[in-house]
């Protein structure tokens, strides 16, 4: 059974950097396909991106392209996503979430980090 | 990639049964066979309730089926029981691509 178990919540300043990670126990990272998710308060979940085993490559969500960065340490099986120049509106529940490739669907998830941007 | 179309909200009685849409395109959902949905409750990590469109995992009910039409997947739950009030969000993957519905809210009444 895979487990994902993500870091606490943090709380930044706008304009400031933020790294939540996703520990992975009951499978090898590298054999999953690590996806990020968010959820602002009261609104619906907005994926961020992630890993493309189709083409060994992470693809990003054209909203978040050059302000998020997101890595995998194999050694210790956890991914990272790390957001920049945060602003108000990334205050989220940020998921991580591992995409079946055989269907498609995040069929396990973290439970969740809450990043709070204010100033 | 625009999200998804769901209706905001809708509600049904204990027992009866409901039926929620997700309108994409032929980009998304009428492209491709990877639609999945996911229930969630308040400050609860979403959880797939279906997938393939129609394709159940391990552990949930019966009660709950999924379709497809065109460029619309939906979401039946027969039989509500209080447990199934939650928000409900399709979710559609193709070219590398995933792409969520706004999401609906389930009151059971």
């Known amino acids: 059974q895979v487990q994902l178990v993500q870091s606490g919540a943090e709380v930044r300043r706008p304009g400031a950097s933020v790294k939540v990670s996703c520990k992975v126990s009951g499978h090898r990272l590298t054999e999953l396909t690590m996806e990020w998710v968010r959820q602002a308060p009261g609104k619906g979940l907005e994926w961020m991106g992630g890993?493309?085993?189709?083409?060994?490559?992470?693809v990003y969500a054209q909203k978040f392209e050059g302000g998020v960065t997101m890595t995998e340490d194999a050694s210790t099986d956890t991914a990272y996503m790390e957001l920049s120049s945060l602003r108000s509106e990334d205050t989220a529940v940020y998921y991580c979430?591992?995409?079946?490739?055989?269907?498609?669907?995040?069929?396990?998830w973290g439970q969740g980090s809450l990043v709070t941007v204010s100033s | 990639q625009s999200a998804l179309t769901q209706p905001r909200s809708v509600s049904e009685s204990p027992g009866q049964s409901v039926t929620m849409s997700c309108t994409g395109t032929s980009s998304d959902i009428g492209g491709f066979s990877y639609v999945s949905w996911y229930q969630q409750h308040p400050g609860k990590a979403p959880r797939v309730i279906m997938f393939d469109f129609d394709k159940r995992p391990s552990g949930i009910s019966n009660r709950f089926s999924g379709s497809k039409s065109g460029n619309t997947a939906s979401l039946t739950i027969s039989g509500l029981r209080a447990e199934d009030a939650a928000d409900y969000y399709c979710c559609s993957y193709g070219g590398s691509r995933v792409v969520f519905g706004g999401g609906t809210k389930l009151t059971v009444l």
């Open positions: 890993y493309d085993p189709e083409d060994g490559e992470t």
């Open positions: 979430a591992t995409r079946n490739t055989n269907t498609g669907a995040f069929h396990y």
